[in-house]
Nanobody
Framework: QVQLVESGGGLVQPGGSLRLSCAAS????????MSWYRQAPGKQRELVAT???????DYADSVKGRFTISRDNAKNTVYLQMNSLKPEDTAVYYC???????????????WGQGTQVTVSS
């Protein structure tokens, strides 16, 4: 059983900052990638940022230069530092991990429950 638990969402004014955290726990053999997605009302879920293994992070064009994704491999945790927030960043943010629960089975997709980020004055 694997769980992804997010924290750090909330209400912030335009131009402000928030830091999201997502901790993976349970029977984890290895983590291939960790990512953040978001879904605004009436829109499809979109990829915000991802980090694959120890590789270079990748970002959606809309957040480049404002958001930073980082991983703490020892804690199986991924963070999303969000600066210069805009009203259009308002969405439910979801943590995603592609991980293996054993050396035998292929990697599987896991999702967190989501955390609301609202950017408004």
């Amino acid at each position: 059983q694997v769980q992804l638990v997010e924290s750090g969402g909330g209400l912030v004014q335009p131009g402000g900052s928030l830091r999201l955290s997502c901790a993976a726990s349970g029977s984890i053999f290895s983590i291939n990638a960790m990512s953040w997605y978001r879904q605004a009302p009436g829109k499809q879920r979109e990829l915000v940022a991802t980090v694959i293994g120890g590789g270079r992070p990748d970002y959606a064009d809309s957040v480049k230069g404002r958001f930073t994704i980082s991983r703490d491999n020892a804690k199986n945790t991924v963070y999303l530092q969000m600066n210069s927030l805009k009203p259009e960043d308002t969405a439910v943010y979801y943590c995603n991990a592609i991980l293996k629960t054993s050396g035998t089975y292929p990697a599987t997709n896991y999702w967190g429950q989501g955390t609301q980020v609202t950017v408004s004055s």
